[in-house]
């Protein structure tokens, strides 16, 4: 089974620093940094998912 069947893919900010990942989704309230399974740089281990809005390709910035 491929991994992507189970976890979706999201970005992540560090919690400690705000640094920014590509993440996998495991559940609900926990994500890993893809290609960091330790963490962060700065050491922290907790992170959020960022609002799913700034991603969204639906999106288009040049219609001001």
């Known amino acids: 089974m491929d991994e992507s069947d189970e976890n979706r893919r999201t970005i992540a900010a560090c919690e400690e620093c705000g640094s920014l990942y590509a993440a996998l989704e495991l ?7 893809i290609g960091r399974r330790d963490g962060c740089r700065c050491g922290g281990t907790d992170f959020s998912a960022v609002d799913g809005s700034l991603s969204d390709p639906s999106l288009d910035e040049t219609d001001e």
């Open 27 to 33: 559940s609900e309230d926990k994500l890993r940094p």
